[in-house]
């Protein structure tokens, strides 16, 4: 059983904060699909008809740039699956800022909506926009997207929002996690499994359970949703911090570790470089299924590399994190701490 420990009250924070250099660690290939443009444009367009936002919403959806995060992490995919990632990349924002101001039951809400959804899109009677753009983008994908494909995106769906319960539970309680609960709880969270999922769909393959569900294949796809995660906590950290959110590994290591926050900085960014490192280590030593099946994988182990390469490369695109100064950021890797939300 996970034990949880009050969060503080406040912590101390410096004025300035070095990031550590997470891209120079990492020399995979980054490439962009050449559908990027349409896509975007078109989910761009899906998004603000479904998501019913204000203008202000329209416009952070357009600094967010997930039509970009989605052409670097499925390079290779033809446009009409192209179009179905990036639709379901905008709406997977758009459910994490949902959630994020949901207390548990409401949370359970927008779940019972969802999976009802993608589990019976041709009988489920949906009632909310965000069970329509479920219901919408689901049915293109099982039109091509292979029947392991489809149960494991559903599952590792459930799976999040199961972890967004405990996090909405412990975001009521004030409650900070263990470094090991916290790793567990994150990698669902992060709603990087179900995107795994789309990367068997959107280069077709067909992939066997006994195949996904080997040790190294669970492997790889832990440390690059452990890149993906941990160095978003690193780059959210300023912006969550402002809002008195502690649902992040900063957070977590000043807490257990006792840690200031440069040193609790450098630590998640030695985890994230070793992730790196572990997921290199791993590819080098996956089995062999025969010629087939090797080269479905080494395109579903590419396509985890994408997420690593390419999520480290969007961030400082993207004014999610970083608002119009990204590329500064990323440059000298300095963030001037935002003072908190009253």
């Known amino acids: 059983m996970s034990t949880s420990k009050p969060a503080p009250t406040q912590l101390a924070h410096p004025a300035k904060i070095i990031m550590p250099d997470l891209v120079s660690h990492c020399d995979f290939k980054l490439r962009i699909n050449r559908h990027h443009r349409q896509a975007a444009v078109a989910s761009e367009r899906w998004m603000f008809k479904g998501g019913n936002l204000d203008e202000q919403g329209r416009t952070a959806f357009r600094g967010l740039k997930a039509g970009l995060l989605t052409s670097m992490c499925y390079p290779d ?3 009409p699956q192209l179009k179905v990632c990036c639709d379901y990349m905008n709406y997977l924002f758009h459910l994490d800022n949902l959630t994020d101001d949901m207390d548990n039951s409401g949370a359970r809400n927008v779940r019972d909506e969802v999976m009802g959804a993608l589990r019976h899109p041709e009988s489920f009677q949906v009632s909310a926009k965000v069970g329509r753009m479920t219901r919408d983008y689901w049915r293109r994908f099982i039109q091509t997207g292979s029947k392991g494909s489809q149960e494991r995106f559903i599952q590792t769906f459930d799976d999040f929002f199961h972890a967004v319960f405990q ?78 959110d502690t649902h992040n590994m900063i957070v977590v290591v000043m807490r257990e570790q006792g840690m200031s926050l440069q040193e609790a900085f450098d630590f998640v960014g030695m985890m994230c470089k070793q992730s790196i490192d572990r997921f290199i280590a791993d590819r080098d030593n ?35 994190y970083f608002g119009n100064n990204g590329k500064d950021v990323k440059a000298n890797r300095i963030i001037t701490l935002l003072p908190k939300c009253a």
């Open 167 to 244: 996090q909405a539970i412990d975001r009521k309680n004030g409650v900070v996690p263990d470094l090991e609960s916290y790793i567990t709880l994150r990698r669902d969270t992060s709603g990087c499994r179900p995107c795994f999922a789309l990367i068997e769909y959107a280069n077709n393959l067909h992939l066997p359970d006994e195949v996904m569900s080997h040790p190294i294949i669970r492997s790889l796809e832990d440390a690059s949703n452990d890149l993906v995660t941990w160095s978003n906590d690193i780059f959210s950290y300023n912006v969550e911090q402002a809002r008195g």
């Open 77 to 79: 995919a033809a446009y």
């Open 286 to 320: 996956l089995p062999s299924w025969g010629p087939e099946i090797d080269r479905q994988i080494d395109v579903y182990v590419d396509g985890l590399a994408n997420w690593i390469v390419g999520s480290l490369h969007w961030t400082f695109e993207s004014t999610r």
